[in-house]
C-alpha cells in the first residue's frame, strides 16, 4: 500500500516550515533511510528520510515553498507509474467548503482556500505553477491578476489570530486515549480542547475531557484554530483503524506531534518521526530511529541502533537489543526479548513473555511465552 509522507512537525510553536532542499523528484525510485528534503524554521533545521523503499509519487511541494505540518510531500509507492489519488482539496468541491468551486489546475491547501475565503479572493487569480499556503494567500492583494505576491506593508501592532498553537485534540477516547491525557496533562506544553471518538456519545466526558463528536467534526475544530492531534486509537488487532485516523486528520489540515512522557528517556542522537508516543519509564537508546505512529509503550526498553517502521507498537516491558530492525505495523508484546540484530518482518506478531534469538518472517506469529524459532 502507497505511504503518505506528511510534513513533520518541527516546532509546536510553528505549524509553517520552508522547504529548503527537495532531493528527489517524481518517479525516483529510493531505498529506506535516503533523503526526501530538508525543513527549516525560525528554530531549527530538520531532513526528512524515507521510511521505506519505494518510487516518488505524486510530489505536490517545490524547493522555496512554505508548507505546514500535516501536508503531504509525496507517497511512496511499491511499483513505478502508481497514481495518487486526488488532493483532499482538488477541483471537485472541498468537504468542508461545499460551495466553493476549486478552479481547475489550482493546487491549495484546506486552511489557505478557507483564508482565502474569508479575505474574499478570487481563486481564478492564485497562482498554478506551486501549491498554495496560507503565506502566499496573506501575501496576495484582492482583485490582482497574475502569479506575483504582493510584500504587505509592515504592522506594527500584534497580530489577531484564532490559531492556537497549544491546542491539541484527541482522536479516541478508550484506554489509550486515558494515558495520552494524562501524558498532555504531564507536559504542560499542550491546552486540551476535547476528544473526538466514533463510539461516545458528544457531552460525555473522560477524565474530565469532554467528548466533541465524531470524525464529522474535524473541520468545525479546525476553524476554531485548533491544529494539532493526537491518535490515541492503539489499533491492537486492527491496525486498520489507526492508520485511517491518522489520514483522516491528516486530510482535515491536523498534524501528529510526537509526544514524549517526561519521565521517557530518548538520547539525543535518536529520531522520531511525527505521530511518535513515548510513554512512562521507556528509554529509546542512541541512534535509534522510529517511524511515523509509533508507539513505545511503558518501561519498554529500545537498545542503540533500533530501527522501527512506521505503525510499530511495542507493548509495556518490552525489551530490544542493539541493531534490531521492525517492520511497519507490527505488535511486539508484553515483556517480550528481542535478541541482537533480529529482524522482524512488517506485520509479524510477538506473543507476550516471548524470546526471538533469530529473524521473524514478515506476518509471522511468536506464540506467547516461546522462544523463537520453535525446537
Known sequence: MP???????????????????????????IALGDLLCTLETTKSTADVAAEADGYVAGLRCQQGETVRAGDILCYLAEEAGWTPPASPVTASRSASTPETEVPEGLRITQPALSLAQQMGLDLNQLPRDRLVTESIVRGWSPGRAGAQEQRPEPILSAPQSALDPTAIIIYGGGGHGKALIDLLRTLGTYRIVGILDDGLQAGEQVMGVPILGSEEKLPEIFAQGVRLAVNAVGGIGNLTVRVEVFQRLALAGFACPAVIHPTAFVEPSASLAAGVQIMPHAYVGSEARLGFGVIVNTGAILSHDCRLDDYVNISPGAMLAGEVKIGAGTLVGMGSTINLRVKVGAGARIGNGSTVIQDVPEKGIVRAGTTWPER
Open 3 to 29: 505511504q503518505p509522507v506528511l510534513i513533520p512537525l518541527l516546532n509546536p510553536n510553528e505549524p509553517e516550515a520552508k522547504l529548503a532542499a527537495l532531493h528527489v523528484h517524481e518517479g525516483q525510485s
